[in-house]
């Protein structure tokens, strides 16, 4: 794991964009497309601010959610909403939303659906995750249903995923994120500093974020 430390958020969100665009334009290059994930959340949204303006050939690209809330898209709760508000306008709106909901009644209903059709956009090329207080990434909950399953070696890419308090959410599950080309974790303030480093110290079941830290660049600041 590498921390990168900005001297001010507006420097983090130019610096995390900027290198994630850099790691695009190389897969791109080199294999003619890329596959991003990102999350929902206002957290990174000055960072999809600077990076749908960048020219790429995002025509090519696939936009992944790293998690869903089993509710309607054009629901204020959607990640994938606010993914489109933020990410893909500009430049990037040619980019290709790969949704983790489907109009079922539950996300077990909707799964094979849209396993089937994320299969075809993995590995993904360039994650980027956030982390929250409580040390859960993507919908990685400790305390979540089916956390056991998500975290396993040979979990299926996408599982339903229910934690106490929260709305029933797809998620993606720690192999398919663990084997992302490259990864980044947005973070801000001292309270998840201090998780961080808390989550540093204790296993996935209990820091679920743990299961990725290895090779990921924390981007933080205050």
């Known amino acids: ?18 290198r994630i665009a850099g790691q695009l334009a190389d897969f791109l290059r080199r294999l003619g497309r890329a596959t991003l994930s990102v ?14 303006g960048v020219d790429l050939d995002w025509e090519h690209v696939a936009v992944v959610p790293n998690d869903e809330r089993w509710v309607p898209q054009d629901s204020p709760q959607s990640n ?12 990037a709106a040619a980019a290709r939303l790969i949704p983790l909901y489907t109009d ?4 077990d209903d909707g799964l094979d659906t849209l396993t089937e059709g994320l299969r075809d956009h993995l590995p993904i090329s360039v994650l980027l995750l956030g ?11 400790a305390g979540g249903d089916r ?3 998500a975290l396993a070696p040979d979990a299926p890419p996408l599982l ?16 398919v994120l663990r084997a992302a080309m490259r990864t980044h ?9 201090a998780a961080l480093e808390q989550a540093m110290a204790l296993p996935p079941e209990q820091a679920p974020v743990r299961a990725v830290l290895q090779n990921a660049t924390v981007h933080w600041a205050e």
């Open 160 to 175: 339903p995923m229910r934690a106490p308090g929260q709305v029933a959410r797809m998620t993606l599950t720690a192999p």
């Open 1 to 18: 794991m590498e921390i990168c430390a900005y001297p001010d958020r507006d420097m983090l969100m130019l610096g995390l964009a900027d």
């Open 39 to 52: 999350p929902g959340g206002n957290t990174p949204g000055p960072a999809f601010d600077v990076l749908s």
């Open 185 to 193: 974790i947005l973070i801000t303030g001292p309270e998840k500093r």
């Open 131 to 141: 982390m929250g207080a409580d040390m859960h990434t993507a919908s990685l909950f």
């Open 147 to 149: 956390l056991a399953e």
């Open 104 to 107: 079922t009644p539950t996300p």
């Open 80 to 91: 994938a909403r606010l993914i489109r508000q933020r990410l893909l306008v500009n430049r």
